[in-house]
């Protein structure tokens, strides 16, 4: 178990990666909120329904509320559904498991998603780990480095099997 912690924690994404990721996941996220606004403009104009013109006109505090919504929604979704990935953690090559190597579990990407929305989240990986990360006990790793550290750990130990064999 300590060697499997190990290898995660040695092959996290690092600083630049995780900060290509948030921009990018962003650019993701401001191309699906313009889309949503425009569908709500056009069903707004189809169907004179006010929540569809209030959704993408409203005030301030409505659209920090949507925003933040969206964005929780885009994150739970994927990385919970796409094995720990988001569009930009298929581009960078890495993905989200949980501290002890396995798949995160659904309260996990919650904990992790919901964190998300404290303000200067997105600058905390900058540290050791991102509050995200930490709280969810969660890690992005470089999957290509994560998955070629473990087959050489497991080759080594069949190894070591045979000859006692």
Same mark, same amino acid.
């Given at each position: ?20 990721? $948030?921009? !990018?996941?962003? @650019?993701?996220?401001?191309?699906? /909120? &313009?889309? *949503? ?6 069903? +707004? ?13 409203? $005030?301030? !505090?409505?659209? @920090?509320?949507?925003?933040?919504? /969206? &964005?929780? *929604?885009y ?5 919970? +559904? ?27 990407i919650?904990?992790?998603t ?52």
């Open positions: 178990m300590k060697r499997i912690l190990n290898v995660v924690e040695y092959n996290k994404a690092s600083s630049g990666i995780r900060l290509a990721n $948030n921009f !990018l996941d962003l @650019i993701v996220l401001y191309i699906v /909120n &313009y889309i *949503l606004s425009s569908v709500s403009n056009l069903l +707004y104009e189809a169907t004179s329904i006010e929540f569809f013109y209030f959704y993408s006109n409203g $005030n301030l !505090l409505w659209q @920090i509320l949507i925003g933040n919504f /969206n &964005y929780c *929604l994150y739970f979704l994927m990385e919970n +559904y796409l094995d720990g990935r988001t569009v930009a953690k298929y581009i960078t090559g890495t993905k989200v498991i949980s501290t002890d190597g396995t798949k995160p579990t659904t309260q996990q919650v904990y992790r919901l964190s998300r929305i404290v303000p200067f989240d997105g600058l905390s990986f900058l540290g050791v780990n991102g509050w995200h990360d930490t709280w969810s006990d969660t890690r992005v790793i470089n999957i290509k480095n994560y998955q070629a550290e473990i087959q050489a750990k497991s080759e080594i130990e069949d190894l070591g099997k045979k000859e006692i064999a």
